[in-house]
């Protein structure tokens, strides 16, 4: 039973890796994507720390896994809830362009020409 199990959630993981890679190469990036598989590893954690409490403490690799199921959803969370609201100003690397614009720095010595295209 032991190997039926561990294949089942090999292959589990191996679709959630594939989900996370896919969402990464997304434009935009999917938030709720990143949401319900943050939600998932989250909810995994917690079914470790109700493990940790029916049968004690586990090896500690495995508490280091659970501190990364339960921080690694937190920062999607926020990065998800970060990235769908609109932003306020342009990018400092436009407003840097824009600002060397203004100031006439990015014009060749030939006249109307820009660097920058």
Known sequence: MAESG?????AVFVGCGVAWL????????????FR???AIMLLG???????FA???RPHQMFIG???????????????ASN???PRQTAHWSLQIWDAIDDFGGLESTEGSQTLRG
């Open 65 to 79: 896994l659970t501190v990364v199921e339960f921080v690694f959803p937190a920062l999607v969370f926020f990065l």
């Open 36 to 38: 319900f598989l943050a």
């Open 22 to 33: 896919w969402g990464a190469m997304q434009d935009p990036l999917p938030a709720k994507l």
């Open 6 to 10: 561990d294949r089942f959630y090999g």
């Open 83 to 85: 990235r769908e609201r």
């Open 54 to 56: 029916a049968e004690g």
């Open 45 to 51: 954690g917690m079914g470790r720390v109700i493990a």
